[in-house]
């Protein structure tokens, strides 16, 4: 039998049709991701546990009206006494909380695979660049899902940024569904992000948690620090990002990527391709 390159005729016709399939790979990823969920996965992950919810819910609201309350106004008045030196360094660092720097190259990984991911390509390195792509897009909507909400959220709240409107340092000034920048302070879609990162990594590399809990809190800081919002609007972020990002797994672990529900109601992290299948695979993509 006739081959072409070392593929049959078929395979290295099919592998030469593209775009088309390019925009398949991505139609099948979509596919993929919408499937139904298996029967009753939500029902039993552990921190859904109605209980566990109120419980949950109560502490993160009494925490975030205590420290509008008792820390906000104190904390803008104490950081406006801080050396100049010491807020431009975290006036440069807080831009690192912008979703753009992980959407971005996480979002180019993904149109990249979906391009290379050639039909010719043997069965297990399709295999090798699904599983990557699972986990790249995961991290992807983990970090953009709460991430938009929030941009939604937060303006239909209205709660004026620090030292802005009548009183200055008055943490209770609301202009509810007003959509401007100004009053689009709760929850600091910072923070959002930080913490959606350090939820989306952590669960898939546990190693970088360390590193990852810095980035967060010092992110977490800097928008205090560089008065865009106020202690309050930090911790809400937190929680919106962690909350959102936990919601995305399941999404994913209701349809067993990249993650599975254990009996027990607890998500655990399949395990990827190792970095040297992906190395493999990598110098097949670019190979002439």
């Given at each position: ?13 099919r ?10 790979n ?5 596919v ?5 969920a ?16 109120a ?12 420290t509008?309350?008792a ?26 909380g ?33 599983a990557?792509?699972?986990?790249v ?37 609301y ?6 920048v100004e ?24 190693r ?52 599975v ?28």
């Amino acid at each position: 039998m006739s081959v072409t390159g070392g593929l049959k005729p078929a395979a290295a016709q099919r592998a030469g049709r593209w775009p088309q399939w390019a925009c398949t790979n991505v139609a099948q990823w979509l596919v993929l991701l919408g499937r139904p969920a298996r029967a009753r996965a939500a029902a039993t992950m552990a921190w859904r546990a109605p209980l566990r919810l109120a419980v949950g819910a109560v502490i993160v609201t009494a925490l975030i009206a205590g420290t509008m309350v008792a820390f906000d106004a104190w904390a803008i008045r104490a950081v406006e006494r801080l050396p100049s030196w010491l807020i431009a360094v975290f006036d440069e660092l807080t831009d690192f909380g912008k979703s753009g720097w992980f959407l971005v190259p996480t979002g180019i990984a993904l149109l990249v695979i979906a391009a290379l991911a050639s039909p010719a390509l043997p069965h297990v390195s399709r295999l090798v660049l699904a599983a990557v792509s699972v986990r790249v897009g995961f991290v992807f909507l983990a970090i953009g899902v709460p991430g938009l909400a929030v941009t939604v959220v937060k303006r239909l709240i209205g709660r004026a940024r620090p030292l802005v409107g009548p009183g200055g340092e008055n943490p209770f000034g609301y202009l509810p569904f007003g959509w401007i920048v100004e009053y689009a302070s709760l929850p600091s879609g910072h923070a959002t992000t930080a913490f959606g990162v350090l939820l989306a990594i952590g669960v898939l590399w546990p190693r970088l948690r360390p590193l990852l809990w810095t980035y967060a809190v010092i992110i977490a800081v800097s928008r205090v620090v560089v008065t865009a919002h106020h202690p309050s609007d930090v911790l809400a972020g937190a929680v919106f990002g962690i909350v959102g990002a936990l919601l995305v797994r399941d999404w994913f672990a209701a349809r067993r990527l990249g993650f599975v529900l254990g009996a027990d109601g607890v998500i655990r992290a399949l395990p990827g391709p190792s970095f040297a299948r992906i190395k493999k695979v990598a110098r097949q993509l670019v190979a002439p």
